[in-house]
């Protein structure tokens, strides 16, 4: 004759050997019991799913394509405001650039790199050194006159050193 137990899971009553002693009537009622966590609702669809303790996400998806559908209508609302232009060329955020940093705008021949509407320079150095310049290498003006095309006045330096002189220019000018 076996003693009578109730399961701790189900509530149910069952009965086993007294050496048993088991709390679960079964291995799904103990496998329930072992399970942490909680249900969540899919932010997309709506469908309940459980999630373990260590999901510690704002959203919940039951999916990536509820993930990727709620994502496409947030970018929609939330990201393109009106007013906003795609990508990366927002006009706003140029202009706030141009009102902060007056002295880092570049100069009108330099807005395109390489299409300058006067390249004397370029011409001038190329028959300095007896070759083409490369894309790469850019004509610094020692004197910042940038009409100032003798030969002594002009530098080839390749376009990241030519940056980097500028910016250290502009530190020991203390703009920056």
């Not at 969540?40 to 309940?48: I, L, R």
């Not at 940093?101 to 011409?123: F, M, Q, T, W």
């Not at 290498?137 to 376009?159: A, K, Y």
Request: charged letters at 30%; glycine letters at 6%.
């Amino acid at each position: 004759m076996g003693m009578i137990y109730t399961c701790k899971q189900c509530g149910r009553e069952f009965e086993d050997k007294p050496s048993a002693k088991r709390i679960f009537c079964s291995k799904v009622c103990h496998d329930a019991a072992q399970r942490k966590g909680k249900t969540v609702t899919c932010e997309a669809c709506g469908k309940e799913f459980w999630i373990p303790p260590s999901d510690k996400a704002e959203r919940h998806f039951c999916g990536q394509a509820c993930r990727l559908s709620w994502l496409s209508e947030y970018v929609k609302k939330e990201v393109n405001v009106p007013g906003h232009s795609k990508g990366h060329k927002a006009k706003h955020l140029t202009e706030l650039n141009r009102q902060r940093n007056p002295l880092l705008a570049l100069e009108p021949d330099a807005v395109n790199r390489g299409s300058y509407k006067n390249k004397e320079h370029r011409r001038v150095m190329e028959g300095i050194i007896g070759r083409k310049l490369k894309p790469s290498e850019d004509v610094h003006h020692i004197n910042g006159i940038h009409d100032d095309n003798r030969p002594e006045n002009l530098i080839v330096m390749t376009h990241s050193e030519h940056l980097k002189l500028h910016w250290r220019m502009l530190k020991e000018r203390g703009v920056m």
